[in-house]
């Protein structure tokens, strides 16, 4: 179901809007318009500028909040400026313990950074600092790729004037020294450059032996982490110790600024020298008369409401309001699309409707009952929408499963109520001899077809529009034009085949021609011209497609049920085959390992293919005759804020 809406104007001195959305507004749901865009017809409006005080703030409590343990909780409510307070204090205290860490983190990545570069000389036998200072060789600290220093020490290095001392090698890089002779340094840089020689800068105040020297900086680096971690377990404990603080902080500005928010959405207005700001919006029609009971007593709040049925310029958002048995089904709802504001929510009809289908096609007691206890326990502990909508088929399953006869494959335990879905067959006039279960599922399908025709003929009532109520395909014209060919099959189907004859050929045409002339019957009752656009050749050739197209969609519509018999037959025959598996077929002692396997197997996979085809049937064949679902959802304000900030 949708619920109403209201549609409110509230208003009241700019300055007081703090208090009232957090004494009034803040405690009902409210789905917030643009007043500017809303009121565009009122002169001397202008948008409500104001920088937000507390999103500060907050950015610093949440930044907080990312250090506190797990499991840390608020505590007392705050008021705003003692939760700005709190965070002054908390800011100040990690600033006078922090005020030696950018120093040591600098002096740590510096130390780094030397480490990595010396690393890979660690072998060489002299120290770097004498090496760097010779006058007459030039000095090259680098490494080559391994696949190209190869090529290097075969074809290349004889011919230079150079010396290549290999210091280190991993599994991409050979890493050395190059010596060159100062007459050469310009042509064997060229050789090296060719060779993606890339140069390593050893820096000038570099002393002592490469092992020592590393050995130091390593020694260096491990106090220094030492001692950053110190001062940050030092900050963690303040933090820990004030995280009652810091996160009751947090939730008070949290909602302060999604309070201050509101303003995005306000218009001011000046009258008498006293500025006021105008809020509009949608709130349920329960919600909006609880709000104007609350606020009509406070002189700086006024609020004026108006029915969203006598609203044209602006379309109310929806929200599905079902009882708890059918909520999980809203998401199948959301899923295609939310109704529209004057459109039925099918969401009953969807769970009826998939929760029956789904059991027909999957017809076993024990494993319905493993999907309804299943789904049920998965959908109390975590709230699944689609563990609720399993646990609801499921029922249907073992409810089938009774009718069928069958418990986990099992067709020799319990009697089937109903009938065997592989055994029972019919006999039909022109056809032959069928299994019963495709003809009712054909015949459910025409039912569920008819039915969601008289619900499209419902919704064109609801939207004023009279050539989809009387002649559309779906509308009162094509209601009996299908139910005129249900008519006759079964009378056909019936052994009477004379009646059925007559019926068919009487009482289609009519309907028929009422929907090919849709467009100039309903030009005609709206009083609207040129009755037929286009030409009268050209709506002719038009129509004759659109209503074979028609026929053939209708044809097609109604065989597609043919699944619900064919997947009850293949459930059955699935379980037929893991009792044979099991060794249980001619009623001998089964393998309850391969029976367990088997189930599990046939519950997971079909189950999942079922539901899916249930769904398909659900939106192919019985939304696209009557629902649209282009409706925009309803969404509170605050909520909107708080997927924001999340």
Request: charged letters at 25%; hydrophobic letters at 45%.
């Amino acid at each position: 179901m949708i619920e109403k809406m209201t549609f409110l104007n509230i208003s009241g001195p700019k300055e007081d809007i703090d208090r009232m959305v957090d004494t009034y507004l803040g405690k009902y749901p409210i789905h917030l318009e643009n007043a500017l865009s809303e009121l565009s017809e009122v002169r001397d409006l202008y948008p409500y500028i104001q920088a937000n005080p507390y999103k500060e703030w907050l950015e610093k409590a949440e930044s907080f909040r990312t250090r506190l343990p797990e499991g840390a909780a608020p505590g007392r409510a705050l008021a705003p400026e003692e939760a700005q307070d709190v965070l002054r204090e908390v800011e100040g205290e990690l600033r006078q313990n922090e005020q030696h860490l950018p120093a040591l983190k600098e002096e740590l990545a510096e130390s780094q950074d030397l480490l990595q570069k010396i690393s890979p000389f660690r072998t060489l036998p002299a120290e770097v600092g004498e090496i760097i200072k010779f006058r007459f060789i030039k000095i090259r600290f680098g490494r080559i790729p391994r696949d190209l220093y190869k090529k290097f020490d075969r074809y290349v290095y004889d011919d230079l004037n150079m010396i290549f001392l290999k210091t280190e090698m991993d599994d991409e890089y050979v890493w050395g020294i190059c010596f060159i002779a100062p007459g050469h340094l310009e042509k064997t840089e060229a050789v090296l450059s060719s060779l993606h020689f890339e140069r390593v800068w050893v820096p000038d105040e570099y002393n002592g032996m490469p092992d020592q020297a590393y050995e130091k900086l390593n020694v260096k680096c491990r106090k220094l982490t030492d001692e950053i971690g110190k001062i940050r377990e030092k900050s963690d404990e303040l933090l820990s110790r004030r995280a009652d603080e810091i996160l009751a902080a947090r939730e008070v500005l949290k909602r302060r600024t999604q309070q201050f928010d509101v303003r995005k959405y306000a218009a001011c207005t000046k009258e008498r020298e006293v500025v006021y700001y105008i809020l509009c919006g949608w709130m349920g029609e329960e919600d909006a008369k609880s709000f104007i009971a609350e606020t009509e007593k406070d002189p700086d709040v006024t609020c004026i409401e108006e029915d969203a049925q006598q609203i044209t310029y602006e379309t109310p958002p929806t929200r599905l309001k079902n009882p708890g048995l059918f909520k999980p089904f809203e998401m199948y709802i959301k899923m295609y699309g939310l109704p529209s504001y004057k459109e039925l929510d099918p969401t009953i009809f969807v769970a009826i409707t998939y929760s029956f289908l789904f059991g027909a096609m999957f017809g076993d007691l024990g494993q319905g009952l493993l999907l309804l206890i299943g789904g049920f326990i998965l959908y109390k502990k975590k709230h699944m929408a689609l563990a609720g909508i399993i646990s609801t088929a499921g029922f249907f399953s073992s409810i089938f499963g009774i009718m069928f006869g069958s418990i986990f494959g099992f067709e020799d335990i319990i009697p089937a109520l109903w009938l065997r879905p592989r055994e029972a067959m019919s006999q039909l006039p022109v056809i032959g001899n069928l299994n019963t279960v495709f003809v009712v599922a054909v015949a459910f399908g025409m039912f569920l077809i008819l039915v969601t025709m008289v619900l499209h003929i419902i919704n064109a009532v609801k939207a004023g529009s009279v050539g989809d109520k009387w002649f559309d395909t779906n509308g009162v014209a094509g209601f009996i034009f299908y139910i005129m060919i249900c008519l006759s099959i079964v009378l056909i189907m019936t052994g009477r085949t004379l009646p059925g004859a007559v019926l068919m050929v009487l009482l289609i045409g009519l309907p028929l021609l009422a929907i090919a002339l849709k467009e100039p019957l309903e030009n005609i009752i709206e009083k609207r011209k040129p009755v037929i656009e286009g030409g009268v050749g050209m709506y002719i050739t038009q129509t004759f497609f659109e209503l074979f197209e028609t026929m053939l969609s209708f044809f097609s519509n109604t065989l597609s049920f043919v699944r619900v018999g064919a997947f009850a037959v293949s459930h059955a025959a699935m379980m037929e085959v893991v009792l044979m598996l099991a060794g249980a077929e001619n009623g001998g002692s089964p393998n309850w390992i391969v029976v367990v396997l088997g189930n599990l197997f046939v519950c997971g996979l079909e189950g999942l293919i079922v539901g899916i085809q249930v769904l398909r049937l659900e939106y192919y064949e019985m939304f696209s005759r009557f629902y649209k679902g282009d409706g925009r959802e309803f969404r509170p304000f605050l909520v909107r804020q708080e997927e924001k900030s999340s």
